[in-house]
């Protein structure tokens, strides 16, 4: 079991959950973050104040899936995600070392493959 | 009420409405201010606008508008109206000769709290509101009372021949430099210039600029203290100026960032209110538009330049309300056109002496203003801390002195039940351990 860990451009995550819905990955959270990658800051004026926006909006997408779902899970994310400019986001695939599905006490991959 | 045959009614129609439009323009004011502010200071920020509408106006009731309006001396009206003894609904007082004193006395009050509340933009997010609660309370009666006196009730600026319709010295020139005054007595926000202090609600600057706008009809047309030709055209010169200063400020912004932006547009429109209000019942409407687009220039560069001092003066009462009301002075003093005010022409219809009287009396109000606004704020501070702790300033106004935020979901809130069943268990608790 993995756990996936996209960060991605919150006018992709829309384009992003369509890709999983169509991979057929269910199960998923999704958190609105903010962060830096490298891209060009934007500026901002307020009467004679000039600010500098570091941190830009993110969308980040936490999926727990079995190992054969990573793959199908990476390319949904990255294909729906990508503009080709900076600030795309990142992908992360992390170890699990436990599952449980707290409704019926399920452990591991059965805790992650949908019901029905 | 009584009908007096000298009692108009059209004329008590229109400064009974007047009289509301203004009144309208401190909430709007505000929101203004409000939404120029931080998330944890914004409700702060409004009731300081607010509660000018209760301090400020006892004060103007019981002693303010005798020492503004009673004849007295030139230099100050005395306490015959005090505690509002005569201010009743006879006609033919020299002031308002066609309405009842009791809404002259109320037309005016509404002049005396925006300008109360404009001071607040100098010194937002530090000053402790009971302090503040004071300094509004006693500003109203020892530094507008008189400057009103000076101009519109019977003392030496208005003897002297300086026009000013409806408060371009009175009201802006006195709270742009009042609010400089006390931002540099209160001193600075703690984290001023080593943060960004960013709008948390631009649309409440926008939403307060249009009230205020709104309520800028009585301001100026209720100055002609009568529903006639004077008030019509105090009127149209409201609603053209500002336009004036929106296209040239928009044009300032787009050549400074490329952009125009919201709270310079929201700022425009308010900087064209201030200039036109000195001239809007002396000047014919193609010179309000003038004076509209000409005032834009001197409060944007003023706003750019503060921004770059050390002096917080917050949301640049000063750029926007001095700098502002004194242009529109000045000015008044060029475009004047006697056969549109029957009063007195400018330099550019024959007249420039004018120019000088405009200009005294711009210093007058701006010295008495900055004077009387230091001793005032000294002798509170030797009496009450002026300043809000830096730890109160950093967690925020709204929950340091009010007990409040703005906005909050209720997450991680726990209702405090009342006394009778918590407390014993608490103690119980306490004497276990």
Known sequence: MKIIVAIVRPERANDVLEAL??????????SRVQGHGGELERMETYRGMTVKVELTEKVRFEIGVSDHFVEPTVRAIMLAARTGEVGDGKIFVLPVEKVYRIRTGEEDSAAVTPVG | MTTTPALNGADLAWMMTATALVLLMTPA??????????NKNVLNTILMSFTTLGFSLVAWALVGYSLAFSPGSAVLGDLRW???????????QSLSPTIAPVIYMAFQATFAIITTALVSGGIIGRMRFQAYLVFITLWIVCVYAPIAHW???GGW??????????????????????ALVAALVVGNRRDYGRQAFVPGNVPFVLLGASLLWFGWFGFNGGSAVASNGLAALAFVNTF???AGTMVVWALLDMRRTGKVTAIGIASAIVVGLVVITPASGFVPPIWALVMGGLGAVPSYYAMQWRARTPVDESLD????????GATGAILTGVFAVKAWNTVQNGLIAGNPQQLLIQALAVAGAAAYSALGTFVLLKLIGTVMPLRATRQDQAQGMDPTQHGEEAYTGGEGTVLVLPEISPQPKLESARAKA
């Open chain 2, 317 to 324: 009462v000063f750029a926007g309300h001095a700098v502002g």
């Open chain 2, 157 to 178: 600026l208005g003897a002297l021949g300086a026009l000013d319709f409806a408060g371009g010295t009175v009201v802006h020139v006195n709270a742009g430099v009042a």
């Open chain 1, 21 to 30: 819905y169509r991979a057929e990955v269910r199960g998923l959270s999704v």
């Open chain 2, 29 to 38: 004011l505000g929101f203004f201010y409000g939404g120029m502010t931080g």
């Open chain 2, 151 to 153: 101009v519109w009730g």
């Open chain 2, 240 to 242: 053209l100026a500002p």
């Open chain 2, 82 to 92: 005090a505690l509002l003894n005569s201010v009743n609904l006879a006609p033919g």
